[in-house]
């Protein structure tokens, strides 16, 4: 069953922007050292950092959370799957989040043009038992 779903679309510019005036500080608070090795090494960086926040407040809209509370970008990660699928990982608060709201598995796409990065995310519950 579907617990929850989020959508995000942002300008790779404004993330190009913010990551020019802001410089490592930007990039500390919004991706953790993984995300930022894998993306930084990149020839054009913007479009997978992009992705990634993309992803990041599409997870926030799919817990339906908003931006308070005691939570950091940091505690959700965009991982590879070996195939290159893009994962989630949770750490800190949004793990208790994840599993204080039965959340089972959990589904990313991340998207990107010239111009846009988007991403939406799919939260499901275990499947419905079905009654006798």
């Known amino acids: 069953m579907i617990v929850g779903l989020g959508v995000d679309l942002i300008e790779i510019e404004r993330v190009k922007q913010a990551h020019l005036k802001h410089g490592k500080r930007?990039?500390?608070?919004?991706f953790t050292p993984a995300e930022a090795k894998y993306c930084l090494r990149k020839k054009d960086p913007y479009p997978s950092l992009a992705g990634r926040f993309a992803a990041k407040e599409a997870v926030i809209k799919a817990f339906s959370h908003g931006f308070g509370g005691r939570w950091k970008w940091t505690?959700?990660?965009?991982?590879?799957?070996?195939?290159?699928?893009?994962?989630?990982?949770f750490t800190g608060i949004m793990e208790k989040l994840r599993v204080q709201r039965k959340i089972k598995h959990v589904h990313l796409t991340i998207a990107h043009s010239k111009r846009d990065a988007t991403a939406t995310v799919i939260f499901e519950s275990s499947p419905a038992r079905k009654e006798k």
């Open 26 to 30: 930007f990039i500390d608070r919004l």
């Open 75 to 89: 505690h959700i990660e965009v991982v590879r799957e070996l195939s290159g699928k893009p994962s989630l990982k």
